[in-house]
């Protein structure tokens, strides 16, 4: 049986997530950006949480981190070139290792660019992978730290993964996204119908993460980055895919 997940709303447009085990009532959560909605839904469901997983430093996804521990006991893992700005650890991860939900492990993958030591958690059976702000859902988080060829080898690595896997990313990005993915993406039939579903979803206040890899795969252009019509429709048709990465960062960041 997959674990059971449930998405968090936090703060003004951040996400968290649990992972519950059924069978064992196991039950790890994937980024901490608030205690007190967290909290609320571990005592709605009378879940034990055992352990806080981090995808990366940045406080809006570990400032809930060490109240919540306090308050249910569970265990901090982050990345190990990580643990001298994250909450004190109780186990430093790196690439390759696992870690352990009920009767499903998961895989740590290194994905940096966002940030240098960005982490995801994959949990092949249930298919979810935890992105943080590495993959995003249409799109990518900025390049604070990486390089554009970092990015290009995690959304690679990324993008490896079966499609229909769900990407659970960090943030409610997914219109402003999925807007500037429209102008550089031109005359994708996808995209324009995966526009139309964000806006109808976002009008119910329903999330749109998480998101299925395989329309990642389809709509997201950081992920098109090795696409001509993608490349073309920025003038560089003849450019590396980290290239042509860094060329719709750029832009993106000032869309």
Known sequence: MPLLLTTIPCLKDNYAFLLHDSDS????????????????I?????????????????????????????????????????????????AQLKDGDTVQVGSETGKVMTVPGHTIGHIAFHFPISKYVFTGDSLMSGGCGRLFEGTPKLMWGTLSKLAALPPDTLVCSGHEYTASNLLFAASVDLDNEALVERIEATSAAVQKGVPTVPSLLSLELATNPFLRAANPTVAASIGMPNASPADVLSALRKRKDKF
């Not at 009532?25 to 609320?40: E, K, M, N, W, Y």
């Not at 995808?55 to 001298?84: F, K, N, P």
């Open 42 to 90: 571990l005592r709605e469901n009378s879940w034990n949480l055992s352990q806080i997983l981090l995808t990366h430093h940045h406080s809006d996804h570990v400032a809930g981190a060490e109240d919540i521990a306090a308050a249910t006991g569970a265990r901090l893992l982050g990345a190990a070139t990580d643990a001298h700005r994250l909450p004190q650890l109780q």
């Open 25 to 40: 009532g196991d039950t790890a959560l994937v980024d901490a950006p608030d205690a007190t909605p967290i909290l609320a």
